[in-house]
């Protein structure tokens, strides 16, 4: 059995801080600073597995994955108006940036999972065979054993007839088995 495993992963992360600082005298007697984070994260997997089997099955599998996870929180967040309640503004930026984090844990946790399943599916393409292995190795002595054992009487047979040749020829010696 050949199998042909080829994974290929590619990652690329751009991490994009803006930071605003707006002063207002008139208006609030403090400094409003507003911090933009641009987040992108691009990842794609790619696995292809080719398992040919020379007993009679051709098994061909395939597989092609692709993940895609984007991440855009910056312009999500420059489109919240500022002009509304910055305390409300903080707060849906923050709701958006907790669901963003979640769907990354949940897309890392895919990732944890198909690579787990990859492994398996590793171990059984190694199992399998040496399994088939030994089943035809147990077999040929199995049935080496029994055709021995069947032969039993006939060697029982030829020992006694060598027996009573040798007590009759007495200066030959016949080895015995």
Known sequence: MHT???THNYTHTQLHTIKHTHTHTQLYPHTITHTDTHNYTHTHNYTHTHTHTQLCTHIITQTHTHNYTHTHTHTHYLS??????PLFVNLQADTQIDK????FYDASLEYVFKIQEVQEKKKFEFVE????FLQGLFTFYHEGYELAHEFEPYKQ???FNLQNVSSLVPDQTCSLY
């Open 80 to 85: 919240l108006c500022p002009k509304v309640n």
């Open 129 to 132: 065979p040496l399994l088939a």
């Open 100 to 103: 963003e984090r979640q769907v």
């Open 4 to 6: 042909n495993t080829h």
């Open 157 to 159: 047979q030829l020992q």
